[in-house]
């Protein structure tokens, strides 16, 4: 098993920004590739990045692209997500994810085998 929790989040104003973390345990951390989501209120959980073990080729969904950006640090078995320009459009709850590292990217919540707890954004106008 791995655990994942997620910190971060709380409130910030429309146009700010907020940094979530994510730490990991209990499996080797670089055999696996690492996703964020995010689920807002009556939605279904949205895709938003995803990067391989070694936080190569990052890919983003399109409604973050240019404003989010994924990281992680495998030394410290950690991983992140940039948040800027943030709109209440953003106001959701979100969720670290991992899966075992292969060469496809994958943006469904079913290949995600370990999730976080839930961090909640709000971001207000």
């Known amino acids: 098993q791995m655990q994942l929790v997620g910190s971060g989040g709380g409130l910030v104003q429309a146009g700010g920004s907020m940094r979530l973390s994510c730490s990991a345990s209990?499996?080797?951390?670089?055999?696996?590739?690492l996703g964020w989501f995010r689920q807002a209120p009556g939605q279904e959980r949205e895709f938003l990045a995803t990067?391989?073990?070694?936080?190569?080729?990052?890919f983003y969904a399109d409604s973050v692209r240019g404003r989010f950006t994924i990281s992680r640090d495998n030394a410290k078995f950690m991983m992140y997500l940039q948040m800027n320009n943030l709109t209440p459009a953003d106001t959701a709850i979100y969720y670290c994810?991992?899966?075992?590292?292969?060469?496809?990217?994958?943006?469904?919540?079913?290949?995600?085998?370990?999730w976080g707890q839930g961090i909640l954004v709000t971001a207000s106008e």
């Open positions: 990067f391989n073990w070694s936080g190569s080729y990052p």
């Open positions: 209990g499996r080797t951390f670089t055999d696996y590739a």
């Open positions: 994810a991992a899966r075992p590292s292969s060469s496809v990217v994958e943006v469904t919540t079913a290949a995600y085998n370990y």
